[in-house]
């Protein structure tokens, strides 16, 4: 599980449905636009999409502390995508993402508002979010076996003096 993911899972609302959409809106902001892009293009019976808002683009500042705990200072300014956009079934969905890739956070935004309607959210989950979890996890395990790798073992030899 990633950090994220993780960070989402600890301020999870109380809200069941609420915290699943969150979970699922923090896996379709990391993935691909190429994955995104590829699941709608193979999305049976596309709903019409009219947009509300954007995709724009624009900073938002990131704030960090020492040690996770100290006092708060501007660390620099992120680059970040939003989008809202409107299905003709009437629902509404919103995404974020970091970077400045348009038609990602525009398919991102579909896919939520597809992920709200109780019809297609099995769909969503199964043949989109699942899969871009399975990948982000993979990479994840990937990345800690190579950060393993390079792990030092540092122990203390006993002198024999007592």
Do not use: C
Not at 3 to 18: C, H, I, K, R, Y
Not at 38 to 53: G, L, M, Q
Not at 110 to 123: C, E, H, M, N, V
């Amino acid at each position: 599980m990633n950090e994220a993911t993780q960070q989402l899972q600890n301020n999870a609302p109380d809200d069941p449905e609420q915290a699943a959409r969150q979970r699922a809106m923090a896996v379709l902001a990391q993935a691909s636009g190429q994955e995104l892009a590829e699941a709608w293009d193979t999305w049976p019976d596309r709903p019409a999409v009219s947009p509300v808002r954007g995709p724009e683009t624009g900073l938002v500042m990131v704030r960090g502390r020492i040690g996770g705990g100290g006092a708060p200072f501007n660390f620099g300014e992120a680059t970040v995508t939003r989008a809202t956009v409107k299905l003709s079934t009437g629902l509404v969905g919103h995404a974020y993402a970091l970077g400045a890739d348009k038609e990602k956070v525009r398919h991102a935004a579909i896919f939520d508002a597809l992920w709200q309607d109780g019809a297609t959210r099995s769909a969503v989950e199964e043949h989109l979010v699942a899969p871009v979890r399975q990948r982000l996890e993979a990479d994840d395990a990937r990345r800690r076996d190579e950060t393993a790798a390079t792990k030092v073992d540092f122990f203390t030899m006993v002198r024999g003096e007592d």
